[in-house]
């Protein structure tokens, strides 16, 4: 959504879309850290995912996965995935929800293989001030 806002209107207030995105992260590691997952190999980092619990609901949410663009399609984004899953399971989860855009056709593919099920579809609008 962010970068979909950016090539709409430009950059807002100074900033791209790299930094508000790096700021939800923060949110995410500053609200569960535990559910923090990197993949690295010999200390290079080659993805993250980031992790919500909703306890009382008994939903895990995942709100952020990136892998390095030199290295996708070699199965760590998969991996993540999977390591989020486990953890889900074993904090006492329910279900588990991760979204996409739907121009995103990695998502649109990855998800599905990993057991995710499509149960809806959002529209993001945004207007300039």
Avoid at 47 to 54: P, V
Avoid at 81 to 99: K, Q, S
Wanted: with cysteine; aromatic share 8%.
């Amino acid at each position: 959504v962010e970068h979909g806002i950016e090539l709409k209107f430009g950059e807002i207030a100074g900033h791209d879309w790299r930094w508000r995105k790096a700021r939800h992260v923060d949110e995410d590691v500053k609200e569960h850290a535990a559910g923090i997952f990197v993949a690295e190999v010999d200390g290079e980092i080659l993805g993250y995912i980031s992790t919500r619990l909703d306890l009382e609901a008994g939903k895990g949410r995942i709100p952020n996965l990136a892998v390095v663009a030199s290295v996708r399609g070699q199965g760590i984004g998969r991996k993540l995935i999977g390591h989020a899953l486990d953890y889900f399971r074993t904090e006492g989860m329910g279900v588990a929800v991760i979204e996409t855009m739907a121009s995103n056709p990695i998502g649109r593919s990855l998800y599905p293989s990993c057991g995710f099920e499509e149960v809806g579809r959002q529209i993001h609008y945004a207007c300039r001030f």
